[in-house]
């Protein structure tokens, strides 16, 4: 199993630029979750997937848009980027909201 | 929703000491209590968890505890290694939240 794979590992993008951050997961997990970290601030939840088609807001959902058409995949869409979105960002998976989170590699994103 | 704080945010212990983390969270109804390391660069990844109907769990050299009417729960690292220097993260979760809420972090730095 390549458990959660994320790509790509970096991008530079410049303000106002649009772009879909992939995960992809062959766990059969029906939990899918996006994150973002910056120093001193911790793993702030985006959005989250309890299963396909079913989608729902985090703590910091503003400016970012996600989709659940398979069990598998869980892309995040930056609509428009700004400086402020500059940051690490993880996906993870796990069969339910009680159960170990596997997370992927990372994408380190920034925004100039 | 659920607030978790976590203290100390750094931490530097000799080697073969032990070192405590705590976190304290906010939702009484919170049920599952994992902590995450996260070496640098690297993805977070599990190293122990605990559910609200045991009071400590141990695995090696990594316990945890847990106090509910205290509403606070403490990883414990014994004899510490320098492969232990990471950043560690708490989290909680109830049935039905659907999504972990982190703390912001504890850097562990253990000196030679």
């Known amino acids: 199993n390549a458990g959660v794979t994320q790509t790509p590992k970096f991008q530079v993008l410049k303000t106002g630029q649009s772009m879909t951050l992939q995960c992809a997961q062959d766990?059969?997990?029906?939990?899918m979750s996006w994150y973002r970290q910056d120093p001193g601030m911790g793993l702030r939840l985006i959005h989250y997937?309890?299963?396909?088609?079913?989608?729902d807001q985090g703590e910091v959902p503003n400016g970012y848009n996600v989709s659940r058409s398979t069990t598998e995949d869980f892309p995040l869409r930056l609509l428009s980027a700004a400086p402020s979105q500059t940051s690490v960002y993880f996906c993870?998976?796990?069969?339910?909201?009680?159960?170990?989170?596997?997370f992927g590699p990372g994408t380190r994103l920034l925004v100039l | 929703g659920e607030n978790v704080e976590q203290h100390p945010s750094t931490l530097s212990v000799q080697e073969g000491d032990s070192a405590v983390i705590k976190c304290t969270y906010s939702?009484?109804?919170?049920?599952?209590f994992p902590w995450y390391k996260q070496e640098l660069g690297k993805r977070p990844q599990l190293i122990i968890d605990?559910?609200?109907?045991?009071g400590e769990k141990k695995d090696q050299r990594i316990a945890v505890t847990l106090n509910k009417t205290a509403k606070h729960f403490s990883l414990h690292i014994t004899e510490t290694q320098p492969e232990d220097s990471a950043v560690y993260f708490c989290?909680?979760?109830?049935?039905?939240?659907?999504?972990?809420?982190f703390g912001s972090g504890t850097r562990l730095q253990v000196q030679p």
């Open positions: 993870a998976s796990s069969p339910n909201e009680l159960e170990t989170q596997y």
């Open positions: 766990m059969n997990h029906e939990y």
């Open positions: 997937s309890v299963g396909a088609g079913i989608t």
């Open positions: 939702d009484s109804a919170s049920n599952y």
């Open positions: 605990i559910r609200s109907n045991v």
């Open positions: 989290a909680a979760s109830r049935t039905g939240r659907r999504a972990l809420t």
